[in-house]
């Protein structure tokens, strides 16, 4: 995930598993959950946050977000 041409995924070693995640390590998530973690963890309000997929998000798939990663600006 980039934000300003910078990548603002964090992945934490220290993080606890979610009772979400599966055994690869990844949390499955929907577009809307994303961007509404997105949103949090970036202070940013959800209709100002505009995101850009590399897929039609009318399929509405399923994405997967590592287990204890979290967004930030560095």
């Known amino acids: 995930m ?3 041409g910078a990548n603002i995924l964090w992945i ?6 979610s009772a979400f995640a599966d055994d ?3 949390r499955k998530m929907s577009i809307k959950d994303l961007e ?3 949103s949090d963890e970036m202070v940013v309000p959800a209709r100002l946050l505009t995101l850009t ?3 039609d998000e009318k ?3 399923t994405l997967l977000f590592p287990e204890g990663g979290t967004v930030r600006k560095r």
């Open 36 to 38: 509404q973690r997105l």
């Open 2 to 4: 980039r934000f300003d």
């Open 53 to 55: 997929y590399p897929f």
């Open 59 to 61: 399929t509405e798939p």
């Open 12 to 17: 934490d070693d220290d993080s606890i598993v």
């Open 24 to 26: 690869s390590g990844y």
